[in-house]
Nanobody, 119 residues
Framework: VQLQASGGGLVQAGGSLKLSCAGS?????VGWFRQVPGKEREFVAA?????YYAPSVKGRFTVSRDNAKNTAYLQMNSLKPEDTAVYYC???????????????????WGQGTLVTVSS
């Protein structure tokens, strides 16, 4: 499985971005994580027959997938400066719900795409 994350960029606070993760459509679970240099990787959202979100993004971000296009998406609205990070997508086929927010549960990772939110 090869994943290609894209869609990052520079946006003002309050703006929106939509990230894509090509190559993820046929996996059971697709997860999005983010990492700020010097900090631990953080769970953002996942899709496994339903949606899962970190409290910090719930209501602002939406995870979805298009299996026909073999692609997953992360729609990010009402962006805040604290959302600035490198965003990664990851997939796995044997992830149980209790570990869906743990990066170690995922088998394959994309290369990351940088999201910068200016204040």
């Amino acid at each position: 499985v090869q994943l290609q994350a894209s869609g990052g960029g520079l946006v003002q606070a309050g703006g929106s971005l939509k990230l894509s993760c090509a190559g993820s459509g046929r996996s059971i679970t697709v997860g999005w994580f983010r990492q700020v240099p010097g900090k631990e990787r953080e769970f953002v959202a996942a899709f496994r027959w339903r949606e899962y979100y970190a409290p910090s993004v719930k209501g602002r971000f939406t995870v979805s997938r298009d299996n026909a296009k073999n692609t997953a998406y992360l729609q990010m609205n009402s962006l805040k400066p604290e959302d600035t990070a490198v965003y990664y997508c990851a997939v796995g086929d044997r992830i149980i719900v209790s570990t869906i927010s743990e990066g170690t549960a995922y088998d394959y990772w994309g290369q990351g795409t940088l999201v910068t939110v200016s204040s």
